[in-house]
Every structure is written in C-alpha cells, then in structure tokens.
C-alpha cells in the first residue's frame, strides 16, 4: 500500500472517532454552557480533520492542494463531495470564536451543525469508510 494512501486512512480513522462524538452528543439534549461548548469543540475538531482526509485522499488520488479552501473546492469539482458551498460554510463556522461566548450564537451554531453540517459529515464518512 502506498504511503498517501496509508496517511489518509490513518487520519479517516481520527475522523471517524470525532464524528462519531459529535454524532453521539448532538443527538442528545444540550441544556448547559458546558455541554454547548463541548459541541461545537466536537464540531471544530471534526471540521478541522475532514478537511485533512480530504486534502489526504486527493493527494493520494494524483490531485495537488494545499489549503483547505482548495481542498473542498477540488473534492467538489472532483465529484466527492455535493454541497461545496455547505462545507466551505463549516470550514468558516469553525473559526468564530464568539460563538462559544454568547448564548444565543451558541444555540444557533448548535442547529446549524445538527441540521446542516452533521448530514455532511454523515455523507462524508459513508463514502469513505467503503474505502477503508
């Protein structure tokens, strides 16, 4: 096996288990700051490592990119991902942290994540898990 090959499903599977929490959690009633918080720090570290194996498994298909932006952009143009618009929204979402600190942005980023960017996520995993 090729060592692209090898480093992105050494990073899916980091991905998967910080799916999977974020998965988990969400689906439960999130009534505290801390539980808030530990959300959309599940949410951050999923963003930040699905970008990674994507950027991970180009490579390993002959594609070059470097930044995460360019990553997305090159999944969706390649036919991997459908909603390069949603997931360049996450990969912004991940970077506001002001949402931590305000209530009522931390409910609203908790319903983004929940209806927009988990269904990503979940899409994402299913397609790359049948090639693990």
């Known amino acids: 096996m090729h060592a692209k090959e090898i480093r992105w499903k050494q990073r899916f599977e980091n991905f998967e ?5 974020l998965e988990k959690y969400s689906s439960q009633p999130i009534e505290t700051e801390l539980e808030r918080a530990g959300i959309i720090q599940f949410f951050e ?14 490579e390993a298909q002959g594609f070059l990119v470097k930044s995460p932006r360019e990553t997305i952009k090159q999944a969706f143009q390649s036919g991997y991902i459908a909603d390069g618009h949603t997931w ?6 991940r970077n506001q942290p002001s949402q931590m600190y305000d209530e009522e942005k931390a409910k609203e980023m908790i319903d983004t994540i929940k209806l927009k960017f988990l269904p990503l996520f979940a899409d994402m995993y299913h397609t790359l898990a049948k090639e693990c």
């Open 45 to 58: 570290m999923t963003v930040e490592l699905a970008w990674k194996v994507w950027k991970d498994y180009l």
């Open 88 to 93: 360049l929204e996450a990969l912004l979402s």
């Open 17 to 21: 288990k910080a799916y999977k929490l």
